[in-house]
């Protein structure tokens, strides 16, 4: 890319923008709505730069060829919607178990089951506490606009280098299909290659294998143990943005669309004298809890945490366990296909603020 160039561009397009620019060589998927313009723009795109689109025969086909892509150490994608995540899960695991670099992009729909496609963050659990077997972990980003789903893209594709671990980018159908400036600019991505691991062929050098079965319990053990040090190494990769000021009495801590509703809401009653702060976790995993604890420990003023979700409450739990008792958390679950108007926040906001429900907004 030359120069910057401003357009006008959906989520998933700037994903499939930031794949490109991260110089993605593979992607494989399967449709499934609201993610469907991923593939479609994809099989347009990748192939003008010498990559590899493939529309596999179903979401179990499709990871398992980017397992095989990210074998040889190329720069893999996929994408899917929430119960076609489901369906890659074991793949997942084995992913990690082979720590394999691939990026994988959910646009969230309403669950469970087939639920409906309308907007949600139900899959919160899934991407953060593991969505298959086994003690493992995604990295997990979760932008909350179209140009951090270009960067963000871009950047997963170095973490999953970096960590030789697979990473995720989860958005909602809100930030998928909804369409905002973009910039395409020239970004920095680190690449680490896999000179050293990958399965390019065995010629002028000893043979490499991979595998995820041991059935020696110590040898077991030592991986397992070996991914946790990696996985807690993964803490300098915490991602966040904060709006706290002295004297805030309430943290509303939201994350993707529901951010971007919050800070709107946040910003009008800041503006007419409100004492309300804010807190977006962008690093789902791992999770902010030490910066989110250290605005709750430095608080001149006991604080009241908000924590609205486009689901019947799971970041609240991280949220939680990072203020350790030392703050009211209050969930405000809108379950999927509920969302709620920057209004309906404010009214929320002002009831943990204990004022008089007589003075408008």
Known sequence: MKKDKKILAKGVEAIVFGALEAECKCYFGYPITPQNDIPELMSRELPKRGGVFLQAESELAAINMILGACATGARAMTSSSSPGISLMCESFSYLAALEFPAVVVNVMRGGPGLGGIETSQGDYFQATKGSGHGDFRFLVLAPSNAQEAYELTAKAFELAEKYRNPVMVLLDAILGQMKEPLVLKKLKIKKYPPETWALTGAKGRNSRFFRSLFLD???????????????????????????????????????????????????????????????????LYPFPYKPLKEIVTQAKKPLKILVPEQNCGQMVEDVKLAVEGKAEVISLPYPPSVVPFPEDLKKEIKKCLNLSKSRKV
């Open 217 to 283: 319990a110590e040898e077991l053990k030592q991986h397992n143990l070996k991914l946790m040090k990696k996985y807690q190494s993964m803490q300098k990769e915490i991602r966040y943005e904060a709006k706290i000021e002295e004297g805030d009495m309430v943290l509303v801590v939201a994350f993707g669309s529901m951010a971007r509703l919050a800070n709107e809401a946040i910003e009008d009653l800041r503006n007419k004298g409100y004492q309300v702060g804010y807190f977006r976790p962008i690093t």
